[in-house]
């Protein structure tokens, strides 16, 4: 999930499983109902993006956003987890990562990564074990200039959960790069 001066882009990656004809996403604010934004009805391979322009008219609230897989004849099936973020709109004056938080995350609650950058730049965000072995790109793109916030479910590129311990948030932003330590626990 990136916020943009512009709305939220949310990407996810699709469950391969049988009987998924598509997608919805749906979104609250606070603690209001959930709303679905719209249903996809997509092909079950890759990933996924979808763009919630509409964002941008809840500047400062929590948002959530939930997605579920459409199986045949009609019913719905949570996929697991959600995230939350706030829409912030204003760009900064300095490029930043901001410690992740919660920290220590509890193991199958998302972490918040959020950062700041001046400019827009080629940028990527990226979670390393302990040992250095790279577990996750969480964003590989032009981003900027503004706040963004980045959820990262404790999975790694295959979306397999990872063990409990401790991970390191690399940013990197044209010559700017800064590493925050988050640990995972049971």
């Known amino acids: 999930m990136i916020s943009k001066p512009e709305g939220i882009e949310l990407t996810w990656d699709l469950n391969r499983g049988d009987g998924i004809l598509g997608y919805s996403v749906d979104r609250k604010t606070g603690s209001s109902d959930w709303i679905p934004i719209q249903p996809l009805h997509v092909p079950v391979i890759g990933e996924n993006r979808l763009f919630d322009s509409l964002a941008s008219s809840y500047a400062g609230a929590q948002i ?36 992740p938080y919660p920290n220590p995350v509890p193991r199958g609650a998302p972490a918040t990564i959020a950062f700041t950058l ?6 990527e965000v990226q979670v390393f074990s302990a040992n250095g072995r790279l577990v996750k790109t969480l964003a590989s793109d032009r981003l900027g200039p503004g706040s963004i916030a980045l959820a990262w479910d404790g999975t790694d590129s295959r ?28």
């Open 64 to 99: 959530s956003y939930r997605v579920r897989a459409i199986l045949n004849g009609g019913t719905y099936a949570e996929l697991e987890g959600h995230a939350t973020t706030q829409f912030l709109p204003d760009a900064p004056g300095v490029t930043q990562l901001n410690a």
């Open 118 to 123: 001046e400019e827009s730049n080629p940028t």
């Open 159 to 186: 979306g397999e959960r990872v063990a409990s311990g401790v991970y390191f948030v690399h940013l990197t932003s044209g010559s700017f790069e800064s590493t925050q330590r988050l640990v995972l626990v049971p």
